[in-house]
């Protein structure tokens, strides 16, 4: 019998490997400042970095975790940071507080703000308290001051503070034009950041191997959720995202609990690492808790799976998102349909929306420093300027919709869900009769949820699936499930 070793899982990898070591970073964040700055053009560009967020009183703070975009312009991970960029000298000044006697105490001499921004690829470095002074100035000569929208009740305060404004006026300053750039720049991925999300997703694949290899009846949700965590962790890895491990699939983002999983269920996993640099990754996998499909559930994961497939082989420059969406809802209502649980005409269905029943969520979004990248940039990243989202039940969460374009970065994540409460209000309410076998449904009841995710790179003329190639068919599965357990888990 082939052996997974979970041990040996939990005691190697994490260290940057060779491939990312052989790119010149601080040349990299230099020249990605460079385009921003010359886009621009004018007045000055505030970048905040994140600090640490206090969980039940100010001292005892969350992991840390640095703004993505901070991250992208200067790969510095350490709270409390800011930068300056000045277009027109195609300068940038880094700011940061030196440690204080207490805090060497407390924390360790860290590196030096000289050493940090070296590598930055930061010419210049004062401190931290200089920094309001600099914008002080910048407001006297009337120049403008370009800052992203901030997403934390921390960073809004932060930046009111220094600009001396009220947190709406600072809501309603944020700079367009930044946005709009700061998008397109990070939308178009590097090889180098390319290596970085096939080395998270490499991590991700051993934590999807190692959940299908220990999953049993009898366990709970969350040992599982907590050993595909250790491995992450014992990598030195964070989570891109807080992992769903649930036989309650239906519940789109059902937190792990102490439910006991059992014989004849599908084990939901949607989890993915962050690599060295902080780069996300974002699988779903399916899987039996006993390790053997079930003959409707074959059928049922045979349709997402065909409809992964089918989407992946759609993304290509030039095609948009939403395009692809609609064509992944259509096979979805055909395969439906043979099922007898749907009726009509299947590209009518999907303009009424009536698979959203069985689909309700977009097929995918941006990934890049973060799990849905460029999140808080809102519909800019996702959408064209002249197209708003729509509001239709399903399509609302459609988060990319906009043309491909090579070095994007996306999921694919169709699922084949049956969730209760939603069904019964459909029903009650008649909705889209004319389209569903309300009737039929009885029997999926407590089938639960079903989603294949994977992560492509749209290149110049089709897609690349990424990652080490995680298993996904159901041989491929089964094979996963089968492998015997070797090591100390799940713990006694
Ligand atoms: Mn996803």
Same mark, same amino acid.
């Given at each position: 019998m082939v052996e997974y070793n979970i041990n040996e899982q939990l005691k190697t990898g994490g260290r940057v490997?060779?491939?990312t070591a052989a790119f010149n970073w601080p040349e990299i964040y230099r020249n990605r400042r460079d385009r921003i700055r010359a886009l621009i053009g004018n007045g000055v560009i505030l970048w905040l970095g994140n600090s640490l967020q206090p969980r039940n009183y100010e001292g005892n703070t969350y992991p840390f975790r640095q703004?993505? #975009?901070?991250?992208?312009?200067?790969?510095?991970?350490?709270p409390d940071l800011a930068m300056l960029s000045f277009p027109d000298s195609g300068r940038d000044v880094l700011f940061a507080a030196s440690p204080d006697m207490d805090t060497v105490v407390w924390n360790g001499p860290g590196c030096s703000i000289g050493d940090l921004a070296r590598d930055g690829g930061i010419d210049t470095v004062e401190e931290l308290k200089q920094l309001e002074n600099h914008l002080d100035l910048a407001r006297k000569q009337g120049r403008t001051i370009h800052y992203l929208p901030p997403y934390s009740?921390?960073?809004?305060?932060? !930046?009111?503070?220094?600009?001396?404004?009220?947190?709406?006026?600072?809501?309603?300053?944020?700079?367009?034009?930044?946005?709009?750039?700061v998008s397109k720049q990070r939308s178009v991925k590097s090889e180098a950041e390319i290596i970085q999300i096939e080395d998270a997703l490499s991590i991700t694949d051993r934590m999807h191997r190692a959940c299908m290899a220990a999953a049993r009846p009898g366990m709970r949700e969350i040992e599982l959720s907590g050993l595909i965590q250790s !491995?992450?962790?014992?990598?030195?890895?964070?989570?891109?995202?807080?992992?769903?491990v649930t036989v309650h699939g239906e519940v789109l983002h059902n937190d792990s609990s102490e439910t006991v999983i059992r014989d004849g269920q599908l084990l939901l996993n949607d989890s993915g690492a962050e690599s060295p640099m902080w780069y996300a990754s974002d699988i779903t996998r399916t899987f039996p808790v006993n390790g053997k499909f079930t003959e409707i559930q074959k059928e049922m994961y045979r349709i997402v799976l065909r409809v992964q497939l089918e989407a992946i082989e759609m993304a290509k420059p030039g095609i948009t998102y939403r395009d692809v #969406?609609?064509?992944a809802c259509r096979i979805l209502v055909e395969e439906l349909q043979t099922l007898g649980l749907m009726k009509g005409d299947p590209s009518e269905a999907v303009e009424s929306g009536a698979h959203a029943?069985?689909?309700?969520?977009? !097929?995918?979004?941006?990934?890049?420093?973060?799990?849905h990248d460029m999140e808080d940039l809102g519909d800019i990243v996702g959408y064209n300027k002249k197209?708003?989202?729509?509001g239709q039940f399903g399509l609302k969460y459609?988060?990319?919709?906009?043309?491909?374009?090579?070095?994007?970065?996306?999921?694919?994540e169709p699922g084949i869900y049956f969730i209760p409460a939603l069904i019964e209000r459909w029903r009650n309410e008649r909705q889209h009769e004319a389209f569903i076998h309300y009737d039929r449904l009885e029997d999926f009841e407590s089938f639960g949820g079903i989603r294949v995710e994977d992560n492509i790179l749209v290149t110049s003329s089709g897609a690349r699936l990424l990652g080490p190639g995680i298993p996904k068919t159901i041989p491929e599965i089964e094979e996963a499930c089968s492998r015997a357990v070797q090591g100390e888990w799940p713990p006694m």
């Open positions: 490997n060779d491939k703004n993505s #975009h901070f991250l992208y312009y200067t790969g510095l991970s350490r009740a921390s960073s809004m305060y932060r !930046i009111a503070g220094l600009l001396k404004a009220e947190p709406d006026e600072i809501k309603a300053g944020v700079s367009r034009i930044l946005m709009e750039e !491995i992450a962790l014992s990598c030195n890895r964070q989570q891109a995202f807080n992992p769903i #969406h609609s064509a029943l069985f689909f309700p969520h977009g !097929i995918g979004h941006m990934m890049g420093l973060d799990v197209e708003t989202r729509s459609l988060r990319l919709s906009r043309p491909l374009e090579p070095g994007f970065v996306l999921t694919v």
